[in-house]
């Protein structure tokens, strides 16, 4: 039987030395499982909530406790048990096996799961081995006799209340270091997008900055080739032997400005053309396609059929089966040359090479300008590029590979 406190709560005792009521009759069941209890707001006892349907087994288990440095709490059912432990802080719940409202096993399952650190136990009059069996599956700390002594019975709490608590410790450290990991792993998923982001951003920067370094050093090794050449002939021909180095085999063009828009062949590599119909292929590509390139002076890619219709127009069909690259070198508003290089779209131009062409194209213009507006300035635009005594019935240049 609960020991009563100062304010004459009949749910509530404070451990110590015992001094029983007689036990409660059947009028004040009731009351136990409707009145709260009023703990000491400073105490550092233990605070245990008794949960049983049966009053002298309720009493027993109050006067077990009596015993000990623990504090109190009697009720009769499973409804008023979850309420208080809502309402109020307790260390652990003791319940009898067999509620009149619910399973024992079944309330200790709930507030396992609900109020995860109270120490759950179950007490029965005579455990059985079966009872055991339910203790254990519902997750009880210890199932107690009621019969036992007062000294075993508060010890065997005792003892259940300090597993409980190493249990307790060890989950609280679980949790910390599953939440420790979870941020961790939030923190490495971040770093990791961004050290994909940035290697990607490296990589990418890496590449454009060897592609310029590539087509530096080529537009390097370029002038350097075409600064040295002083007369129009040589330089074409100069050209030519770069692209046909750095582009592999290929045919290639350079049409020079004949007279207001007309244009004569400069110089060529025929590659895989026929060599009987190769001059007569250049000739109808000089009077239609380079007028065209006359004003383009970006480098122009471009690759099969509906492309070459799209930009050349229907004369382009002697090489419409062709990737083309195409550019005219421009000085002071007039063009002093077009330059077309294709062959077969089954052997595309090196990506380095196209990459490298627009510098090439620079240099070329450059040192073509240089050429004809001061070594040749003393001759007419038609007849650019071509010594005085020298010029003949076809001012061609061949360079056919």
Known sequence: MARKRKNNSPQTTIGGPASAAPGRDAGTK??????????????????????????????????????GEFEVCLTDTASDAQRRLTKDTFDAVIVQIRLEDCEGSALIRRISKSHPTVCPILVSDRPTLDEASIALRSGAADLLAVGMSSSEFVDRIADALRRSGVAKDREQRIRKLRKACRELNKAREIVSSQVGSLCDDLAAAYQDLTDRVSCAAAAAEFNSLVRQELDLES???????????????????????????????????????????????????????????????????????????????????????????????????????????????????????????????????????????????????????????????????????
């Open 30 to 67: 009731r009351q136990a499982s409707q009145d709260d209890c009023q703990p000491e707001v400073a105490s550092m006892h233990p605070r245990v909530l008794v949960v049983a349907t049966c009053p002298d087994l309720r009493d027993t288990v109050a006067n077990h406790l009596g015993a």
């Open 235 to 401: 330089l074409l021909r100069v050209a030519l032997e770069y692209v046909l180095a750095k582009a592999g085999p290929t045919n290639a063009a350079i049409f020079l400005p004949a007279s207001s828009g007309d244009f004569s062949l400069g110089a060529y590599i025929n590659y895989d053309g026929p060599k009987d119909s190769a001059e007569t292929l250049l000739e109808h590509l000089s009077c239609t396609i380079a007028p065209r390139l006359e004003q383009q002076t970006d480098i122009l890619q471009i690759s099969g059929r509906e492309q070459m219709l799209q930009h050349l127009g229907p004369e382009a069909d002697w090489i419409d089966e062709s990737e083309v690259l195409a550019f005219s070198c421009r000085d002071q508003g007039e063009c002093l040359a077009v330059v077309l290089i294709h062959r077969s779209v089954r052997t595309p131009f090196p990506e380095a090479f196209t990459r490298q062409l627009p510098s090439i194209a620079e240099h070329f213009g450059q040192q073509l300008s240089r050429i004809i507006h001061v070594h040749h300035r003393h001759l007419p635009k038609d007849k650019w590029g071509f010594k005085p005594g020298s010029l003949g019935e076809d001012p061609d240049i061949d360079l056919a590979a």
